[in-house]
């Protein structure tokens, strides 16, 4: 089975978003994460979501 992108644009968007978050943990992300712990991976994609969560919560209210 083939990935398609469905919104190709949303790839560098989303790279960006996680760069920038990534920075604000001090995270050193690199082209290259495999030296990573998990834990510093999983609070990027953890603060990712909360911040996508909370956005979406303040656009329905």
């Known amino acids: 089975m083939s990935k398609s992108i469905i919104v190709p ?4 968007g989303l ?3 996680k760069n920038e978050v990534a ?3 001090g995270v050193p992300f690199k082209e290259y994460n495999g030296d ?5 991976c999983g609070s ?3 603060e990712m979501v909360k911040r996508m969560v909370q ?7």
Do not use: C, D, H, P
């Open 44 to 46: 990027v994609g953890g």
């Open 15 to 17: 790279r960006n978003f």
């Open 55 to 61: 956005q979406y919560e303040s656009t329905i209210k």
């Open 9 to 12: 644009q949303a790839k560098q």
């Open 36 to 40: 990573l712990t998990a834990k510093e």
């Open 23 to 25: 920075g604000e943990l």
